[in-house]
């Protein structure tokens, strides 16, 4: 393998469930000894996956840095591991701790590879039901608006808040957690922030369901890209693979997404999404 500088690369939303998704993942592989991997969340619902999926490709890359989806976080009745909410957290990163995977929990490693040094910080901050349609000034108001246009997200069933008393006490609580975090990282440093869920409200807009963006993101991150200083964002989620800028800053969206969804797109999977490749 090629010695090089090394490469910032990322993909989310691999839902390795899918066959078709697990060849994709099979053929994900590094092109010099030193490429890190940023996985944005949705691996997989099945804890043996998720370690499976993560063992193949920590073997691979130099790193690999992870950020949950909520698929991880779905206690289904198949999945051997019955634990729930933070406990089924605390579960999936102690299998990344064993793998040698950067987990949102970790010391936020430095790339100083081709557009380093920043700091990349994997985040683990759900959602809270702030994305709301417009006239709707109350969750519930916005989720009675979400069930007349028969959206509800999954996660409603699967996705427990446990010991929270909601996902959105939960997430409030990784919200104030992970900006005291971020303060910490000196100034001089930029930062790659990687999130499940669109940090910023835009790329909710192009959704085919507006009501599902109750269940992406927060506004509380809103001006976290500038007041971190971030280089570039990577996020999932959407299963809408993309690039925007906002307040210059690129956002990435990095999805492989369902079969059902790659397959319509005018290309097959392009693999993972080199990220910084402008700063090099
Ligand atoms: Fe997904
Ligand atoms: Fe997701």
Not at 43 to 64: G, H, N, P, Y
Not at 101 to 125: K, N
Not at 218 to 224: F, H, L, P
């Amino acid at each position: 393998m090629p010695t090089g500088p090394g490469r910032l690369l990322a993909i989310s939303d691999l839902h390795v469930r899918h066959d078709e998704n697990k060849k994709v993942v099979d053929g994900l592989r590094p092109e010099t000894e030193h490429d890190w991997l940023l996985l944005a969340g949705d691996v997989s619902e099945s804890t043996v996956d998720f370690e499976d999926t993560l063992r193949l490709l920590s073997d691979r890359f130099a790193k690999v840095i992870w950020a949950p989806g909520n698929h991880e976080l779905w206690t289904t009745a198949a999945d051997p591991v019955q634990l729930r909410g933070q406990a089924r957290y605390d579960h999936l990163v102690a299998i990344c701790r064993r793998l040698g995977v950067i987990t949102p929990e970790d010391p936020y490693p430095v790339w100083e590879g081709a557009g380093g040094p920043v700091a990349v910080a994997p985040l683990f901050l759900l959602y809270d039901y702030t994305f709301r349609p417009a006239g709707a000034r109350t969750r519930q108001e916005a989720m009675d608006i979400a069930e007349r246009a028969g959206v509800v997200c999954t996660d409603e069933f699967y996705l427990h808040p446990d010991p929270y008393p909601s996902r959105q006490a939960w997430s409030r609580a990784r919200v104030a957690h992970t900006a005291a975090r971020l303060a910490e990282i000196p100034d001089h440093l930029p930062t790659v922030l990687v999130n499940h869920y669109p940090l910023v409200r835009e790329p909710t807009r192009v959704l085919r369901f507006p009501e599902f963006a109750l269940w992406c993101g927060t506004e509380a991150t809103e001006d976290w890209p500038v007041r971190f200083r971030a280089a570039a964002v990577v996020y999932g989620h959407l299963h809408i693979p993309r690039l925007i800028h906002q307040d210059g800053i690129p956002h990435h969206e990095v999805s492989l997404g369902y079969p059902r969804e790659w397959k319509q797109r005018a290309t097959a999977p392009a693999g993972a999404v080199r990220i910084l490749a402008e700063r090099t």
